[in-house]
């Protein structure tokens, strides 16, 4: 009944279905105790209010945004707060008295507040909002960036400038229980000077010196950087703020580069959810800004997914364009027509160009470059299990799509059955449980069959903790738990307080990277990740979710793994160790194998996941493992030669990007310089933004 409520809610936990009921119930509450009049029931009620009011929006509860929408937002139950306030000091006969006055021109008065401090707030962050946002790049030696202001002044600031009537609140409460107007007035007083004194304080970062320069101050700045610092090979990208892994995956490609790298993005969130790295970063959202942007020297363009907003860079022809993607699988994503823009497409071995050829969406053979996968390097080959330690499996779907097709994860049919072989098994067997980051959020029924799944794995995990069977070392284990302790501290002080990060614009100032630093912070993530799987038994089974550890680090730890169809079997097969896939959308074995390259190598499992025993044969006993040959032979077919390493084919491949692009643009110029120079405009470059569509859509 309390899942369904908080479902309904749309609250994240029962302690915020508890706190909105409070909340909403607190108003019925104080009006009662105004009209019987009870002072000490006013202020347990208002109490109650004020903290779960204040608790719904500290966890960014759902419910809070939408009362908003309902005409019950935070300015509106503040105000009915204080209007019962009013109605309280009536019904105690005060409606002749100073204190009653003094209480209706204070509450008038703070909301005429609300509105300079608001236009304030807003206009601060207006103006302090930068038309590039950059990362690794010094602008600080070119334009001068402010200081922000506290961010204890704008963050939850109309939060924080209502709760100030809690003085004047308190003081009238106390003036009507005592029957005494001073604690009434000192509290309107504290309540008007503080919320003056805001105002005031914030009045200064909108003009002068705290100001942040104009837009075309800051572009002309970005331009002089790159006319000095003059990139190569770009890495485009736009999405959502859940798609930032697809950028992230080739920040560690980028930073290994034998050209110039940069990084461009097109949203801020995109910037704010981007992982640490060396490169170079310049988000630009404006289409316009982009456009006039001198990326003259640009001669290669990776891009990590389809998107609109390509069409921004697309249209420039001094450079090359190529789609890199963000994984390699026998999804339908893998062979999208758009791909046919590009000049080039880079697969990681022979299978992707089959792909191509097969689905016959316009995309060249001769535009198909097998380049290997570079992230893969962190993917350890297996040499069975270690003796002393039982096998580890891990279950890793997909998430279900944007098409509802049965067949795009196995976690709606067969994940239960899958999970609850997997802890059954005999001889036992660790489960590890890794799902997709965006599971549950198109399908409810993917959504709740995790929480199934998620409960199987901690109910089984609780039942081995109390088995004799399993023994930990407990000494081990504290000792690695105390050096997570000490790791984590150290990244967070590496990391900086969170509440002096500053704003967009501060970070655009001082975002270059302290190279020592990056070096020690990836250090002391792999000592975490070592450290980590030693922390507790390896036969405990686990539900992982999060950013760490990463899916390659639960590759390395896992004797096999059960998957969909995704990059995930791709990437896995990288190891050799043996794999599972569900045919959820029950084609059959051998369609199965057809259709889908990367399972001709693996145990296929129907939606009862009966053929499980054949997964762990294979683990349980290497020599007899009827695929181990297959999934070598796959894994060249998938991903390509071991030599030479994939690093330096790919740089292999920007080097003779880069040549033909060099050509192209040689050649051009030789015929134009044999024209009128009425062409001359038609070679790109920089140019003076002109006032229009700020998306550039419109632009020619």
Not at 64 to 73: C, F, H
Not at 250 to 273: A, D, G, K
Not at 454 to 466: I, P, S
Request: neutral net charge; aromatic residues 6%.
């Amino acid at each position: 009944m309390i899942s369904t409520a908080i479902r309904v809610a749309r609250v994240g936990s029962a302690a915020e279905l508890a706190a909105a009921a409070l909340m909403i119930l607190g108003y019925p509450a104080l009006m009662l105790a105004a009209l019987v009049p009870s002072i000490p029931a006013f202020a347990a009620a208002a109490l109650v209010a004020y903290l779960a009011d204040h608790y719904l929006h500290r966890k960014g509860s759902y419910l809070i945004n939408r009362l908003s929408k309902v005409r019950a937002g935070l300015s509106i139950r503040f105000l009915i707060r204080q209007l019962l306030l009013i109605l309280l000091l009536a019904r105690l006969s005060h409606a002749d008295d100073l204190i009653f006055y003094g209480a209706v021109a204070c509450f008038i008065a703070f909301y005429g507040l609300q509105a300079p401090h608001g236009a304030l707030v807003t206009l601060i962050r207006n103006r302090r909002k930068m038309p590039v946002a950059t990362r690794n790049v010094d602008l600080k030696s070119r334009i001068r960036i402010p200081d922000a202001p506290s961010q204890f002044l704008l963050h939850r600031s109309a939060e924080k400038m209502l709760h100030l009537d809690l003085f004047a609140v308190v003081g009238i409460l106390v003036s009507a229980h005592l029957d005494a107007s001073a604690a009434g007035f000192a509290g309107m007083c504290l309540t008007i000077g503080l919320g003056v004194l805001y105002v005031l304080v914030l009045t200064p970062y909108v003009r002068g010196r705290k100001v942040p320069p104009k837009a075309e101050v800051v572009l002309a700045a970005v331009d002089d950087w790159l006319a000095g610092y003059k990139p190569e090979t770009v890495l485009y990208f736009s999405g959502s703020k859940d798609s930032a892994y697809q950028v992230n995956m080739w920040l560690e490609t980028m930073e290994q580069l034998e050209s110039r790298p940069l990084i461009l993005l097109r949203e801020r969130v995109i910037l704010n959810n981007l992982a640490p790295t060396t490169v170079p970063v310049i988000c630009v959202p404006g289409g316009v800004h982009l456009m006039n942007m001198d990326l003259s020297t640009v001669r290669v363009a990776l891009y990590a997914a389809n998107v609109g907003k390509n069409i921004h860079l697309l249209r420039v022809p001094t450079m090359k364009h190529v789609f890199i993607g963000h994984g390699d699988s026998d999804k339908l994503a893998s062979v999208n027509p758009f791909s046919k823009v590009y000049d080039e497409v880079w697969t990681a071995g022979r299978a992707g160009r089959d792909r191509y050829a097969i689905a016959d969406v316009g995309v060249r053979d001769d535009d198909i470059v097998e380049v290997g996968r570079p992230q893969l390097a962190p993917i350890q080959g297996w040499q069975g299990v270690p003796e002393g330690r039982i096998p580890t499996v891990l279950y890793a779907p997909t998430w279900e799509g944007w098409d509802g097709n049965p067949g795009n994860t196995s976690i709606v049919l067969a994940g239960e059955n899958i999970v609850k072989k997997l802890v059954a098994a005999d001889p036992p067997v660790r489960v590890l449980y890794k799902p997709h980051p965006f599971t549950g959020t198109v399908s409810k029924r993917a959504g709740a069959a995790h929480q199934r799944i998620t409960a199987l794995v901690e109910k089984a995990a609780a039942q081995r903790a109390g088995d004799p069977r399993f023994t930990a070392d407990a000494k081990a284990m504290a000792q690695a738990k105390a050096e997570l302790a000490r790791i984590e501290a150290r990244l967070a002080e590496l990391a900086g307080p969170v509440g002096e990060r500053g704003d967009e614009a501060e970070a655009t100032r001082d975002g270059v990277v302290d190279v020592a630093r990056h070096r020690e912070v990836a250090r002391l993530r792999a000592e975490w990740n070592d450290a980590y799987w030693r922390s507790f038994p390896s036969y405990e089974h686990r539900v992982i979710t999060g950013a760490e550890p990463r899916l390659y680090d639960c590759f390395n730890v896992s004797d096999a793994m059960v998957s969909d169809i995704s990059s995930v079997v791709s990437d896995f097969i990288a190891s050799g160790k043996p794999y599972a896939v569900t045919d959820s959308g029950e084609l059959g074995a051998e369609e199965f194998k057809r259709q889908n390259t990367a399972v001709r190598a693996a145990t296929i499992l129907t939606n009862s996941a009966a053929e499980l025993g054949e997964l762990l044969a294979a683990v349980r006993d290497p020599a007899g493992d009827p695929l181990a040959a297959d999934r070598v032979e796959l894994k060249r077919y998938l991903l390509g030669p071991d030599e030479p390493a994939s690093i330096q084919q790919f740089n292999n491949a920007v080097t003779d990007l880069a040549v033909k692009a060099e050509a192209r643009n040689v050649g051009q110029q030789a015929r134009l310089s044999g024209e009128d120079g009425g062409l001359a405009g038609a070679v790109p470059g920089p140019r003076t933004a002109t006032a229009g569509d700020p998306d550039g859509v419109n632009a020619g």
